[in-house]
């Protein structure tokens, strides 16, 4: 197994904390005077963030992971058909987005080494920590597959593989997609595109419009992991920024708008209040019943999928989804 470096700010082994600490100052800062306050939802993932939602993931309400996680069972041969070459020989890079715990990409993996694929995993992550666990699982789990982790940003990675010769095929599953604004959705989209060639291959996992109470049960649960979730995040500003929050004056508030597709999660003042930052020198009021805005999650429609793509300079090769068709893995191709 191999590693890689890409030359990206915040992303070498010994400055991440200091780093991630500097770029959460600025942008709270930024996010916190703003008229309509906003964190983005990149900071939920501290270590407790992460830990929230691995529980997330296994509650009754949150169904896309289960979801995807069957489809990708049940269309593996296909999907993994779509993402190779056609000659069984020849060598390619299957690249991964923000890997996480490899659970749903395991699937994948398996079915390629039980058919005699040629390649090499590469797991893309700006955490060192994550792609170092994930590597020894795999290791240990799957000890003929190839490992090369790549430590940088999504874009930068693919950028940086593009020069080695050979087919590229990227997975973005998990409806991270979902995270971004429509405008920031589509830069990113393009950025992918532009170091990809015609036989390279896109798998995007997205989370399908549906009945909207389902959706916003699945942001608003009934046992409180996701409250804790997005206050977490009021935690980590006490912890990483020497706040005094008192988040007892805080709730979780989440809704869904069918109109636009996203869910849209805050964290709720309940009383006026002025929270001092001590490691920004600053301090910052909020009314009462004024809201910090922390999560989009955008529910999408195959059509709206499509356009997407072709706005980006992709075609939809395959769509896959499940029987009830709350989730979608979708093949794009340059
Ligand atoms: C990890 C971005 C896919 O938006 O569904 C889960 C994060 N937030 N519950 C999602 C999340 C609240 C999740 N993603």
């Not at 399908?208 to 206050?231: E, S």
Request: with cysteine; charged share 20%.
């Amino acid at each position: 197994m191999t590693s890689l470096l890409a030359t990206v700010p915040a992303a070498s082994d010994s400055a991440a904390p200091a780093a991630a600490t500097s770029s959460l100052a600025n942008h709270v800062r930024e996010g916190l005077r703003k008229p309509f306050k906003t964190l983005s939802s990149m900071y939920f993932y501290d270590d407790e963030g992460s830990r929230l939602f691995q529980a997330i993931m296994a509650l009754p309400e949150y169904y896309p992971t289960r979801t995807e996680f069957g489809l990708l069972t049940t269309h593996r041969a296909a999907i993994c058909a779509a993402l190779r070459p056609t000659s069984t020989d020849e060598h390619f890079y299957l690249m991964e987005l923000g890997a996480g715990d490899g659970l749903k990409t395991k699937i994948l993996l398996r079915h390629l080494l039980d058919t005699g694929a040629k390649f090499t995993y590469v797991p893309v992550d700006i955490s060192t920590a994550a792609l170092d666990g994930l590597a020894a699982a795999l290791q240990a789990e799957l000890p003929d597959l190839a490992v090369e982790t790549v430590v940088a940003d999504y874009a930068d990675a693919l950028t940086l593989m593009a020069s080695r010769p050979g087919r590229k095929a990227v997975l973005f599953l998990g409806s991270n997609i979902g995270n971004f604004l429509p405008a920031d959705r589509h830069t990113f989209l393009r950025r992918l595109r532009q170091p990809l060639t015609s036989d390279d291959r896109l798998l995007v996992g997205f989370d399908l419009q549906k009945d909207p109470r389902q959706i916003r049960a699945a942001y608003d649960d009934a046992q409180g992991v996701t409250a804790a979730f997005n206050l977490n995040l009021l935690h980590r500003l006490n912890r990483e920024l020497q706040a005094d929050i008192d988040v007892a004056n805080w709730q979780h508030y989440t809704d869904y708008d069918p109109l636009t597709g996203a869910v849209r999660s805050f964290l709720v003042s309940t009383k006026a209040q002025t929270v001092h930052f001590a490691a920004l020198q600053e301090s910052v009021s909020f009314a009462a019943w004024e809201m910090i805005h922390t999560e989009n999650s955008y529910k999408f429609t195959k059509p709206l999928i499509e356009t997407l793509a072709a706005e980006a300079g992709f075609r939809m090769q395959e769509f896959f989804t499940d029987e009830r068709a709350f989730f979608s893995d979708v093949v794009l191709a340059p």
